[in-house]
């Protein structure tokens, strides 16, 4: 059972309600989008194929018992769901990071997802498959990068008209000024309350400042 692996690393968990803590990083080779904003071009085929024994020996020494599947798009890779379903059977706390295109339905019940809906700015908002909001559960999190107020314009209709609030948890990531989307969430909308979502400020951005990769 291979996997491309595109890095390993351990650190602190950049994003997420699991921001801040130490988490081990397996960042899988292979996207099949191409995202305005990306930031882990190199990871679209740089890579090494590794067993899934491997890899769990990998995670094993890093001593880390939250561990994130990351890409590029991991479930791209098939086994991916094999060393989902391993991991777990360890008894690990498993992320996996996932761009919202390709089904989580049989994904491990147990594993939190972190599913991006792609906004508009992303120029890939058609490719994500909706029926994947049918099923999250309430540990797992749905993350909207937002860019200008287009994008937080279409992440509210978004909110509403499938029901996120108490589905699962909806983080907002800026890549504009943070202050400039937090009055924005702050807003009284149509619906009488400011937007219920957490600001999702990647942290690992603000501690290492000389490159993110490998962190
Ligand atoms: S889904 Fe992620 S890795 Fe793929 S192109 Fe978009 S930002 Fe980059």
Not at 16 to 34: E, H, K, Q, V
Request: net charge negative; aromatic share 8%.
């Amino acid at each position: 059972m291979i996997i491309k692996i595109c890095e390993f690393f351990s650190s602190i968990q950049g994003e997420s309600s699991y921001a801040g803590l130490p988490c081990f990083f397996i960042r899988l080779t292979g996207c099949n989008l191409r995202c305005s904003y990306c930031d882990t071009t190199y990871a679209y085929d740089e890579g090494t194929d590794y067993s899934i024994a491997e890899i769990i020996e990998k995670t094993v020494q890093s001593g880390i018992r939250l561990v994130e599947i990351t890409g590029g798009e991991p479930l791209m890779q098939d086994n991916s769901r094999l060393l989902i379903d391993k991991l777990i059977a360890l008894d690990y706390e498993v992320l996996i990071e996932t761009n919202g295109s390709i089904s989580i339905k049989e994904l491990n019940k147990k594993a939190v997802i972190i599913m991006d809906i792609k906004t508009p700015s992303s120029g890939v908002t058609e490719k994500m498959d909706m029926q994947n909001i049918d099923y999250l559960k309430p540990t797992d999190e749905v993350k909207f990068v937002i860019s200008d107020k287009r994008d937080f314009d279409w992440t509210r209709d978004m909110i509403r008209d499938y029901k996120l609030e108490g589905r699962s948890k909806i983080l907002l990531s800026p890549i504009l000024e943070p202050e400039i989307l937090v009055r924005w969430m702050l807003e009284i909308g149509a619906i009488g309350t400011p937007i219920k979502a957490r600001l999702n400020l990647q942290i690992h951005k603000y501690i290492f400042k000389d490159g993110l990769r490998g962190r």
